[in-house]
């Protein structure tokens, strides 16, 4: 290390290159925090926490903060400011309306509940004078967004869950912030009346709400005018509005700005301004990079000495805080809500504090030092601790306790389908009639009016717009499919929706030119043919069956020469089912629609089949226009699921059929204490609906290379193992 490096590192740098190595070593460390966070799957403060003690006095001693002497506070200032237009940029009104009771009563009696129970927790077990508690208090009010929003992207709990507690974390912000500067105000002048404290409160939230409101839909309109600003120029414009309207508001009333761009953020996200989702993907960047400098700044100014030096009194608090006052406040809040006591527990467990606690903590410390008043430092190390606790302890095991609950995302409701065709309607009811969400996107107006008849929800737009697909709701749903009769315009699509959406399960539906008299179409392909029909993506599957004669299906829910069937796979005979219903779906009888699958209903895909699955599937029951009329079939009637006798029943297999198996159980290898092994999926390519498990990776020529188990489970695989479609077929006509 260079001799200027070193001194670049010295406690009390006065040189703009010491200034200017202080920077960038924060900007390293909140970097290589959030990449270790990414690469361990685990909140990205935790990282940025440890990189700052280490690099802080405690540590390496290369960081120093307080040597950037002013700077620090604007810093701290504009970055709060740009995290909570952020937060408040990605706030959806329509998703928050579904909760906004209980989000209403967090952000007004939660912050009172959570004041009064911080305040005197602090006081009776950390022995803190009353106004120096209650300022911790007014302090750990804030849940911040800048941990929320992550730990919710990576946990994927319940959508209701997590629009509830990211609009708390960004919404409660302001509102925080402003309740400590009115605190922090009493115990500066003294004594203060109740009515000038509740009116300071109200002043700032009305100036900051009035300034945000109105310069956001300005900002909003200018947008929409200034068509001749390019991308870039518009982010940026935004960037210089965002920190106007925050000035502004800072001059006019102090601390006031924070609701200003909460409310901004908000107006603007309502405007519906173009290219919107650009400009939120640019403010999400900035705000990783504010959050990362600001994490590692503020924990590298921590000194663990005063973390111990508060004793067992304040870990005492802090526990008092997670596990008595956020549950009773869980609970008040949420008393006439829809919510179950699942959703609610794990709301109970997840608050943790933030970038908002920590800087504001930092900024009092600092006015109360100067103002002679002992206790700032003791506020600021309370305030660590508790962030410390609720981001390792609460972050760390968030995703064990959603998944212990069973609310995580994994089993996200509802659907995003483009194309209104018969078969898209039948699978929107479906879904809708089990109280998920559906939205239909057809460019068709024609066809979206007639599923808005059927009850469905539909938008007459392109698909190919990532603004259409947005204002489906696609970010907030479980199931994303393209059915349109355009095989390549649905892989588009699918890739699209999997690259810039991610939701939990994305399929596309590639029609063939197939019928029902010209060749069988099977659940499962090689990857010679999945290489040219099925999606590229490894995050998209093909629905359905690969090559699904699309418009065959649509001919017969048109003509009502269809059945809605339902079987129930079983391990005795699972086997069986899946060769039997390989066989039909050869011969053009059924189609597997949608499976159950521990309480979740999912688009058939090429998802293996597995013991206890409930399959909804199709089944052509041609009849004659004069048998339709004599049977008084109603047109308008709706298919509901029964067990047709022909899928339930089994046949006996033939002669062919048997030797088949019998020369696939005597080809396949054995190996010893192998328990639960199953056979090479590529060799099951080559059963039409014996499983549903090909994958566009695979290759038709793959040769098994793992043993075979000899327990029953493995011996009944290796009975499909080495049968192909023409095997099925030709042994059927036998």
């Known amino acids: 290390m260079s001799v200027a490096m070193i001194e670049g590192l010295s406690p009390t740098p006065e040189t703009p290159l010491a200034l200017m190595l202080q920077f960038v070593i924060a900007v390293l460390a909140g970097i290589s925090g959030q990449v270790v966070a990414a690469f361990f799957n685990v909140p990205s403060i935790v990282f940025l926490l440890i990189f700052g003690i280490l690099l802080g006095g405690d540590g390496l001693d290369w960081l120093h903060p307080q040597s950037l002497g002013l700077g620090l506070e604007v810093i701290v200032a504009l970055s709060v400011a740009l ?17 906004s009771g209980s989000l209403r009563n967090l952000v007004t009696l ?17 022995e803190f004078p009353w ?27 319940d959508r209701q869950v997590s629009s509830l507690l990211e609009g708390e974390g960004v919404l409660i912000d302001p509102v925080g912030a402003i309740l400590a500067v009115v605190v922090l105000d009493v115990i500066l002048n003294g004594n203060a009346a109740p009515l000038s404290v ?29 068509k001749f600003l390019s991308e870039g120029q518009k982010n940026l414009v935004v960037l210089a509005g965002v920190w106007g309207l925050f000035g502004l508001a800072q001059s006019i009333r102090s601390e006031s700005g924070l609701m200003t761009v909460v409310l901004a953020g908000l107006v603007l996200r ?59 406040n869980v609970a008040v809040c949420t008393w006439n809500s829809g919510l179950n006591w699942r959703q609610k527990l794990f709301m ?18 600092i006015l109360l030092t100067q103002r002679g008043i002992s206790g700032g430092e003791a506020i600021k190390a309370l305030v660590f601790l508790t962030i410390l606790s609720t981001v390792f302890l609460q972050g760390l095991t968030a995703r064990w306790v959603a998944e212990w609950l069973d609310i995580t995302s994994k089993q996200a409701t509802g659907a995003v389908i483009v194309g209104c065709n018969p078969l898209s309607l039948l699978i929107g009811r479906m879904f809708q009639e089990r109280g998920e969400s559906v939205v239909l996107i057809d460019t068709d107006l024609a066809a979206c009016k007639l599923a808005e008849q059927e009850g469905l929800r539909a938008i007459a737009s392109s698909a190919l717009d990532t603004d ?38 994305v399929l596309a539906v590639v029609p063939g030119d197939l019928s029902q008299e010209s060749e069988p179409v099977a659940i499962a392909t090689s990857a010679a043919s999945s290489s040219t029909t099925s999606p590229t993506s490894p995050k998209v599957q093909p629905a359905f069956v690969p090559k699904m004669p699309l418009k065959t299906w649509n001919r017969y829910l048109d003509d009502r020469d269809v059945r809605l069937g339902e079987t129930v796979l079983q391990e005795p005979i699972l086997v069986e089912q899946q060769v039997h219903l390989a066989t039909l779906i050869a011969d053009g009888k059924l189609m597997p629609l949608l499976v159950e699958r521990d309480g979740q209903l999912q688009v058939a895909s090429t998802e293996v089949l597995q013991e206890g699955d409930r399959l909804l599937y199709l089944w052509h029951n041609p009849k004659s226009k004069m048998l339709k009329r004599l049977g008084g079939s109603n047109p308008n009637a709706r298919l509901m699921p029964e067990r047709i006798a022909e899928v ?87």
């Not at 939660?110 to 950390?126: E, K, P, Q, R, V």
């Not at 120096?132 to 967004?145: E, K, R, S």
Request: proline share 7%.
């Open 131 to 157: 106004a120096i508690a209650f300022l911790y208090a007014a302090l750990v009010v804030v849940t911040g967004p800048t941990v929320i929003s992550p730990l919710m992207k990576q946990v994927q709990v």
């Open 348 to 365: 109970c467990w997840v608050a943790p504090r933030g970038i908002v606690s920590a800087s504001v903590a930092s900024l009092f410390a």
């Open 468 to 505: 259409v697909l947005e204002q489906a709701g696609l970010g907030r749903v479980g199931t994303f499919l393209a059915l349109t009769s355009n095989g390549q315009v649905n892989q588009v699509l699918a890739q699209r929706a999997a690259e810039e959406f991610q939701p939990p399960r």
């Open 648 to 734: 339930e029943t089994l046949p006996q297999p033939s002669v062919e059929i048997e030797q088949l198996l019998s020369k696939s159980i005597a080809a396949a290898p054995v190996a010893e204490d192998v328990e639960g092994d199953r056979p090479d999926p590529t060799v099951s390519d080559e059963i039409p609906g014996a499983t549903l498990d090909a994958t566009p990776d695979e290759t038709p020529d793959a040769v098994p290379s793992e043993p075979k188990s000899e327990t029953p489970r493995a011996a009944a695989d290796a009975l499909t193992s080495g049968i192909t479609p023409e095997d099925v077929s030709e042994a059927s006509v036998s």
């Open 198 to 226: 509740a009116s300071g409160l109200l002043l700032r939230l009305g100036i900051g709400g009035g300034i945000g409101a109105l310069g956001g839909w300005l900002l909003g309109q200018f947008l929409k005018q200034a």
């Open 270 to 328: 309502a405007s519906s301004i173009p290219d919107e989702r650009l400009l939120r993907r640019f403010k999400e960047q900035l705000t990783i990079l504010a959050v990362s400098i600001l994490f590692v700044l503020l924990a590298a100014d921590l000194s663990l000495a005063s973390l111990f030096a508060l004793g067992w009194g304040a870990g005492l608090t802090v526990l008092a805080l997670m596990f008595i006052v956020r549950p009773l």
């Open 110 to 126: 939660g912050t009172l509940i959570t004041l009064l129970g911080g305040g005197m927790a602090a006081h009776w077990l950390g």
């Open 83 to 99: 995290i909570l237009f952020e937060g408040g940029l990605n706030l959806e009104l329509r998703q928050l309306s579904t909760v």
